[in-house]
């Protein structure tokens, strides 16, 4: 009578450890079609605005008018270009600072009971929907703007409402990466005699230094792609601002006010704005990368 062989714990995990590697390259491959599957759709639709109009078009017409037709239209993108990177560039300004001190302040000064609430409201704040933050922003900061430089709705009011959007992002990152500071460096510091912001300064920040400014890019890439908050507050005015407090229209709050009834060359050149979106993202994602590689290296 023969018996089948029952096969080993260590051939089970073996077993076990390849469905997991070859489902996670199948997670791996079918997130990189996705992504190349966008950026195919965004060229496809792109192509009638960019073999019609010319690139060059998008950076040399007098103004934004395309829905006059496409020989009267005009397809100048660079003001909504130049309003969406001032905006994205403003609250990465303001809220960077503010994020590494919240993360210092949660590792190193607050006591525990305080640190950890405080942790958790930060993480709450990641978790709230853009539009509050368009909502509050309009029914509070444009009207208080708007008492010493109306209109309110400006470049200034897009800043603020971003940098707090993002101001989660980075504090997290720091958090994390503050954390992942050997704790010999620490101790190094300590025998050496430095005290607390010295060893900040000088050890334990030098070594976070990439996850913290990984964060700021990530961040970044958020406030490039956010929409609804802008376009409540920023005043939707497709012009070159000349101060803070001049409204603003950034690529994405003018895809989403003019796809709905866009056709033709109109509707393409979009999608122009689309592309250009994901260039400037793609770009971000690749220096983060560039960093990460540069802190395995080191």
């Known amino acids: 009578m023969s018996t089948a062989r029952r096969p080993s714990g260590r051939s089970r995990q073996w077993t076990s450890d390849r ?38 078009r998008f950076f040399s017409d007098p103004s934004w008018h395309p829905s006059a037709g496409a020989a ?21 300004l303001v809220a960077t600072p503010l994020g590494l001190f919240s993360a210092l302040f949660c590792r190193v000064y607050a006591p525990t ?13 990641a978790g709230i929907p853009s539009v509050v933050y368009g909502f509050w922003g309009l029914v509070v900061l444009v009207p208080l703007i708007a008492r010493f430089r109306p209109p309110g709705a400006s470049l200034l009011a897009g800043v603020l409402i971003l940098a707090l959007m993002i101001l989660p992002t980075i504090a997290l990152a720091a958090d994390a990466a503050l954390s992942g500071v050997p704790r010999r460096y620490l101790r190094g510091a300590a025998a050496l005699g430095l005290g607390r912001w010295a060893t900040l300064s000088g050890v334990a920040l030098p070594a976070a230094r990439s996850g913290i400014a990984t964060g700021v890019i990530l961040a970044a890439g958020r406030a490039l792609g956010e929409t609804m908050a802008v376009l409540m507050v920023c005043g939707n005015v497709v012009e070159m601002p000349a101060s803070v407090f001049d409204p603003v229209r950034t690529l994405t709050a003018n895809i989403a006010l003019e796809m709905a009834y866009a056709v033709g060359d109109h509707r393409s050149a979009l999608f122009v704005s689309g592309l250009f979106l994901l260039v400037l993202v793609s770009g971000l994602v690749l220096a983060a990368e560039s960093i990460e590689r540069r802190k395995v290296v080191g």
Not at 75 to 80: A, G, R, T, W
Not at 113 to 125: D, N, S, W
């Open 72 to 92: 009267e239209g005009t397809f100048n993108l660079v003001p909504m270009l130049l309003g969406t990177l001032l905006t994205a560039a403003g609250a990465v």
């Open 19 to 56: 469905l997991l590697v070859w489902t996670l390259r199948g997670c791996g491959v079918l997130t990189g079609a996705v992504v190349a599957l966008i950026a195919v759709f965004l060229v496809v639709e792109s192509f009638g605005a960019l073999s019609g109009v010319g690139l060059l």
């Open 113 to 125: 009971a305080v640190a950890r609430p405080y942790r958790r409201l930060i993480e709450l704040l």
